[in-house]
């Protein structure tokens, strides 16, 4: 997900933040509206309470990243945005029920979460009022966002369980998929309409904002539905396909001791290609990508050689002839790189890249097969 900053890792998985989440963080601390507390108490406890709900959302999405992992689903990192959190997996889950526990983690998550925090504001009624307000509010917030995943509409939690029983029941992923997508954009098409309605009737003395909201959400789940069925369209339509098929033998090699300035006067400018392999002697010893280029300040490119920025071969991932496309693609988002060169018997036979597979995608469907 594009604007977003990275903020830590935990256990190994990147968290990033979207900068709709802080729409969020301002909604949550000014929520707090009790006439009789200090503006002190007042910020104190609404920004504690953003806080919190922040790390409950991260127990949420790091439940089902742990989960994910345990049931060999790699993850790559957690964004937390407006509507609250997508994980970036390099694959989906390979069993149905390995998808049902990784859904219904993260809502269970936070209905504890939820728990706990109903029985401090119990525990604080009486005592410390304040703190009771924030505990039951974080408790109301963490059950709402428990049911609210839970609503059967891909991609969200409930969507995944529904698709796990579907694929439980049918045995085919890809049909589970479509169903469950297509479920999905029809819930996103409700509450749409259902927003809509409340802006324009107002009924039970309902808001415009909260139809605002609910439009808004609709309008997230029926993307987010369409988007997953493309993706699955995309890696149904791959399989069976190898490295040797779609791979591409049209690729460039540069000298090893050439300056930067030469490899981009001579090589960058008149190709337009952002990747190279790197050549000693006719020997492959290494691939280079503009950022490796953008690494280097443009004051030294005049005297800083390729051989001195590249990648060196051993770090390079590979692929190899027979290898099966999706297993390669999967390679190529978790390790975040858009090319692999297929190695056969030690030596560079083509390169694979991304636009190979979507150049395949547009064939395919131009022969209407």
């Avoid at 290494?286 to 051989?307: F, P």
Wanted: glycine share 6%; aromatic share 12%; net charge positive.
């Amino acid at each position: 997900m594009s604007n977003a900053f990275n903020i830590g890792k935990l256990f190994g998985i990147q968290f990033r933040l979207h900068y709709t989440w802080f729409i969020i963080f301002i909604l949550v601390t000014v929520s707090f509206v009790y006439p009789d507390w200090s503006s002190l108490l007042y910020w104190a406890i609404g920004i504690t309470t953003s806080l919190l709900f922040f790390a409950s959302i991260l127990a949420h999405e790091l439940a089902h990243s742990l989960v994910g992992r345990a049931n060999d689903v790699p993850i790559i990192s957690i964004t937390l945005f407006i509507f609250g959190g997508v994980a970036q997996m390099t694959r989906e889950a390979r069993s149905a029920k390995a998808e049902l526990k990784m859904a219904v983690a993260g809502p269970a998550c936070s209905l504890v979460i939820a728990g706990l925090f109903y029985i401090i504001s119990l525990l604080t009624e009486n005592t410390f009022v304040p703190l009771a307000n924030m505990a039951f509010q974080l408790a109301f917030i963490n059950t709402a966002l428990a049911v609210f995943n839970l609503v059967p509409g891909f991609p969200l939690d409930g969507g995944r369980v529904f698709r796990s029983i579907l694929w439980q029941v049918t045995g085919n992923y890809q049909r589970s998929t479509k169903i469950a997508t297509q479920v999905g954009r029809g819930i996103g098409f409700l509450f749409i309409i259902a927003g809509i309605l409340i802006i324009l009737l107002r009924p039970f003395n309902l808001n415009w904002f909260t139809g605002l909201w609910l439009a808004f959400i609709g309008w997230f789940i029926e993307n987010a539905a369409s988007a997953t069925y493309r993706q699955s369209q995309f890696h149904e339509a791959l399989q069976g396909f190898t490295a040797s098929q779609v791979m591409t033998t049209d690729y460039q090699t540069i000298p090893a001791n050439i300056t930067i300035n030469q490899l981009v006067q001579g090589y960058i400018f008149t190709s337009s290609q952002g990747y190279f392999l790197v050549a000693d002697e006719g020997t492959i010893i290494g691939a280079l990508t503009i950022s490796n280029i953008k690494a280097v300040s443009q004051a030294n490119w005049a005297t800083m050689q390729v051989k001195d920025i590249m990648t060196p071969m051993s770090n390079v991932k590979i692929a190899y002839p027979d290898q099966n496309v999706l297993s390669i693609l999967e390679q190529m988002t978790e390790n975040n790189v858009n090319q692999m060169p297929v190695f056969s018997n030690g030596k560079v036979i083509g390169l694979i890249t991304r636009s190979n597979l979507i150049r395949l995608l547009q064939i395919r469907s131009q022969l209407r097969i």
